[in-house]
Nanobody, 123 residues
Framework: QVQLGESGGGLVQAGDSLRLSCVAS????????MGWFRQAPGKEREFVAA????????NYADSVKGRFTISRDNAKNTVSLQMNSLKPEDTAVYYC????????????????WGQGTQVTVSS
């Protein structure tokens, strides 16, 4: 079982950047594809980005394409989300999770959710 912990969130202004990190425990991290999701108050959890187990394939939601970059370092059991040109509508709690399916955007196919990290973007 993989356990995940997110960090790096904060309060920023529109146009700023943030880098989120998700650290995994367990030896099987490199066996999983990884995803980032977000959930704003009163809204459903939505897909943000995903990266394949080896890092060679990525997927992004249209709303973040060109602004966010997902990456992973299997030696450090870490997946990151570089977020540039942040907008107020990016405000949400961001979660990382694992999956064995590819490609997939449905959060029901992901597991081992972390506790989330809050990102707030002011206008």
């Amino acid at each position: 079982q993989v356990q995940l912990g997110e960090s790096g969130g904060g309060l920023v202004q529109a146009g700023d950047s943030l880098r989120l990190s998700c650290v995994a425990s367990g030896r099987t991290f490199s066996s999983y594809h990884m995803g980032w999701f977000r959930q704003a108050p009163g809204k459903e959890r939505e897909f943000v980005a995903a990266i394949s187990w080896g890092g060679g394939r990525t997927n992004y939601a249209d709303s973040v394409k060109g602004r966010f970059t997902i990456s992973r370092d299997n030696a450090k059991n870490t997946v990151s989300l570089q977020m540039n040109s942040l907008k107020p509508e990016d405000t949400a709690v961001y979660y990382c999770a694992v999956t064995t399916k590819w490609p997939v955007w449905d959060p029901t196919h992901f597991g081992s959710w972390g506790q989330g990290t809050q990102v707030t973007v002011s206008s």
